[in-house]
């Protein structure tokens, strides 16, 4: 088998997955019997039945486990797996174009020209389904080819068993750039295409859309997935990526303190309790920060501070080393 397409099924019903199935059932140019769906129920009262499930042309094998998130349970759906390549779906997702997993086979049949044929993993633009936030009209959106989301991305399965990437258990929410900078990282064979071949489709009860205050509330998951990612790559004794990832939170960090949203006195509570969370993070890597060459520093600051002023912020209230120094005087408050 070709590409068997990974998915993670909580409190979707028939309904909301459907979507996602039948995008699959309309696939243009393959043979079904290359593709596959494995889907793994996190421990749900929501189950699929046989009779839904089996109306499908292609194989779709379904399995119950007890609850433990949404990163355990994509494991659950890898060690099923047993094709040639493997593709992370959300059950309330769809594929763009019923051309998409042509494009995908396309790829992996691909030769290199030195006796391989495709990638060990593959990033694609994908396209987020919004709403106006004025006229709640339906708006497309191109996102880019990066490592926030999981959408759009394929992997070789060996790649991922003999390097042992996995998620990380303990992430839920931020979790998805753990897993992604992984497979990004530890390849040379990683493929960029600007061909979108996935939606992230709206849903009405989606918190990370819906919630102006979701970063806000959120961040300190985002200082816990960079944490795991910094001792993994110390744990695989590549300390230039843990040092990039140090350097990259550290600013990312800095620049988010300065937008409005993290000043305004309304949202104090968050910003606390995030710059508590990155106090204990600045004291576990300080050292390792302070000997990353500045040209290094200078180059990883310029991208964030262009995407952060893209994103509302105006101008710096204090500078990176005055704002550090407040954090260590915060971790030196709560010993």
């Known amino acids: 088998m070709k590409l068997q397409l990974l998915i993670p099924q909580y409190d979707e019903t028939e309904e909301v997955i459907k979507p996602l199935l039948d995008s699959i059932e309309i696939q243009q140019n393959i043979d079904f019997k290359d593709i596959g769906v494995i889907i793994v129920n996190d421990g749900s009262d929501v189950r699929l039945s046989k009779e839904f499930l089996d109306g499908y042309s292609f194989k779709i094998e379904y399995s119950l486990n007890e609850h433990k998130g949404v990163s355990a349970t994509r494991n659950a759906c890898l060690d099923k797996a047993t094709a040639d390549y493997v593709m992370f779906c959300d059950a309330d997702d769809m594929f763009y174009s019923p051309c998409a997993i042509w494009f995908i086979i396309q790829e992996i049949n691909t030769d290199n020209g030195d006796g391989t044929t495709g990638f060990d993993s593959m990033l694609t633009l994908f396209v987020e389904e919004s709403r106006d936030p004025v006229t709640k009209q339906v708006i497309y959106i191109n996102r880019e080819m990066d490592s926030t989301f999981v959408h759009g991305k394929v992997h070789r399965r060996k790649y991922l068993l003999d390097n042992n990437i996995r998620w990380n258990d ?166």
């Open 170 to 335: 303990n992430l839920t929410i931020h979790e998805d750039s753990y897993f992604n900078i992984l497979c990004q990282n530890l390849s040379t064979r990683v493929k960029y295409t600007p061909t979108p071949l996935y939606l992230w489709r709206w849903r009405d009860n989606s918190v990370c859309r819906h919630d102006p205050k979701y970063i806000l509330k959120t961040y300190i998951n985002l200082i816990d997935s960079n944490d795991a990612l910094i001792e993994e790559f110390f744990n695989r004794e590549k300390q230039d990526k843990a040092l990039f990832y140090i350097t990259f939170l550290i600013f990312d960090a800095y620049y988010t303190m300065n937008k409005p949203e993290w000043i305004n006195q309304e949202n104090k509570e968050y910003r606390d309790s995030t710059e508590k969370r990155f106090s204990e993070y600045y004291k576990k890597y300080k050292n390792y920060w302070k000997i990353v060459p500045n040209a290094d520093k200078m180059q990883v600051s310029q991208g964030i501070r262009e995407r952060s002023v893209m994103e509302g912020m105006e101008m710096e209230t204090i500078t990176i080393n005055e704002w550090l120094k407040h954090i260590e005087n915060l971790q030196e408050a709560t010993e």
